[in-house]
């Protein structure tokens, strides 16, 4: 690396979706750049991705969660930022050609919450009592444990999410537990689903980073900000999608964390959207081996069945 290049960074730019939760992670990273880099002027560029302008539609018949990142990244890619925040879960698998993942923060909880006005839990709510998700993942989860619930599909941000709630048209909504903490309503939380109710996505509840490939500079400005347990852990869990293809249009979860012997932990499923069949898979290894344990996992699933899961939902899209 040049000495340019070692130089401590005069101005980062961050582009960012504009919805409250989005520019909340934005402005955790600016704080953290410019305590890591003092003098550094740190900006935000704003901007709204076609994940948020379509609301009427699942993301799995939309496009998938690349719709929230691409407008991020050719603002990169022309020059208007230098890096891009985002929620790890967004993220698909498999990154563009040009970019790279150069930093994943300390995770927040990565597990759902149940939200509602009227019930404690998901075991308190009567038959026929309506639950809104924006998850395949969730949603083939519920019909597998709650077969007697209506699940009914709800976009939007979290604040939208939230209103439509209040207004009663749901008796209960699964959000990330992680967006709501992070904004201050953690109050609305009535329960944290534990991951043998609801196994989240695969890097839910951490933030992660991305900037163009040819910018070895600006890795080394974000270094400072990288959590090395939690980039293990979701590295394993973005493993295991990227073997299985899977991104939203695939009921998939993936989590790992730190066991008690210092080793790492990995639970992972593959269902079919009416939760009428799950296939499971575990596993452990060191951290050094976090993407092999995922892509283990994966084989796993996919020699018990999970293939002609993926290729019955491939076909029908």
Not at 84 to 89: N, Q
Not at 116 to 127: F, I, Q
Not at 254 to 269: I, K, S, T, V
Request: aromatic fraction near 4%; proline fraction near 6%.
């Amino acid at each position: 690396m040049s000495s340019e290049k070692q130089r401590p960074p005069s101005r980062i730019v961050i582009a960012t979706r504009e919805s409250r939760l989005a520019l909340w992670q934005a402005e955790h990273v600016k704080a953290r750049l410019e305590h890591c880099w003092p003098g550094c002027e740190v900006q935000l560029l704003g901007m709204t991705t076609r994940g948020d302008q379509i609301l009427d539609r699942s993301l799995s018949k939309v496009g998938g969660k690349g719709l929230f990142v691409k407008e991020l990244e050719t603002a990169l890619e022309d020059g208007r930022a230098d890096i891009a925040v985002h929620s790890m879960k967004d993220v698909p698998a498999q990154m563009p050609e040009g970019f790279a993942l150069i930093a994943t923060l300390e995770r927040e909880t990565p597990f759902d919450a149940f939200v509602s006005n009227r019930y404690e839990s998901l075991a308190d709510m009567p038959p026929g009592a309506v639950v809104g998700t924006s998850s395949l993942r969730r949603e083939a989860q519920l019909h597998a444990q709650h077969p007697y619930l209506g699940v009914q599909p709800l976009r939007g941000n979290l604040d939208t999410r939230l209103k439509k709630l209040d207004e009663g048209q749901y008796d209960a909504i699964i959000l990330a537990a992680a967006g709501l903490r992070r904004l201050g309503l953690a109050s609305r939380i009535r329960s944290i689903l534990p991951p043998e109710d609801s196994l989240p996505a695969a890097g839910q509840g951490a933030l992660g980073i991305e900037a163009r490939a040819d910018r070895p500079e600006v890795a080394a400005w974000l270094a400072p900000l990288v959590d090395p347990l939690t980039t293990a852990c979701v590295a394993a869990e973005r493993a295991l999608t990227l073997a299985l293809q899977g991104g939203c249009d695939v009921p998939i979860g993936a989590f790992c964390e730190p066991a008690a012997d210092g080793r790492l932990a990995m639970r992972a499923f593959v269902a079919t959207p009416d939760g009428s069949r799950v296939v499971r898979s575990e596993g452990s290894a060191f951290r050094e081996d976090a993407a092999a344990l995922g892509a283990r996992l994966a084989q796993d699933l996919l020699a018990q069945g999970a293939d002609a899961i993926l290729a019955s939902l491939r076909a029908q899209a």
